[in-house]
């Protein structure tokens, strides 16, 4: 990448270089299309996979969501599992968004909707949430992300987040606890090569009390 330029940036200074990489996903080896100035361009990087190692099965029908989704890992995963469901690869940098939707189309993923934060309509919710968050934005800003759609999750669902434990998974892991409401419940599901993988579960919607 450029000077400056960052992979959580909208428009990558980067000159745009693309390569085809083969990566295992959904069980499968793969080969898709990255390029310059998006995250991991060269490989699947090591959080991805070990998320992708411990996530279940994804719900089979309903509204998905790779929050932060690059070149389209995690997404194109979700996509293939569950092919009756609709996977939202969101992420602010447009090169990743296209790069995704260039993936999804080579590999027949016509359930995957790509779209910037702020085109996702406010009436989606998500039955999970599948994330390599972007930590390098800072700790205000991660917060302000994950507040903003991890409310999102229906009544039931969960979200799985990999974060590298020297990058504050463990703060992250409190600062959930303290921060969220008492319908949502976090826990370390896994620790694997550096990483954490922490899952945010929300509780089932509270029916009303019958009258007698």
Known sequence: MSSGDH???????????????????????????????????????????????????????????????????????????????????????ERALELTRENAASLGAANLVTALPDDVPNDVTFETIWSNPPIRIGKEALHALLLRWLPRLRPGGDAWLVVQRNLGSDSLHRWLDETLDDSFRTTREASSKGFRVLRVARGPEERPATRP
């Open 7 to 93: 992979y959580f940036s909208a428009a990558p200074g980067s000159a745009s270089a693309p390569r085809r990489i083969q990566v295992d996903l959904a069980g499968m080896p793969r080969q898709v299309t990255t390029d310059a100035g998006i995250f991991s361009p060269q490989h699947l990087d090591t959080g991805t996979r070990v998320l992708l190692d411990a996530v279940p099965e994804p719900p089979g029908t309903g509204d998905v969501l790779d929050l932060g989704c690059g070149w389209g890992p995690i997404a194109l995963s979700l996509a293939l599992l569950a092919p009756r469901a609709r996977v939202w690869a969101v992420d602010v940098n």
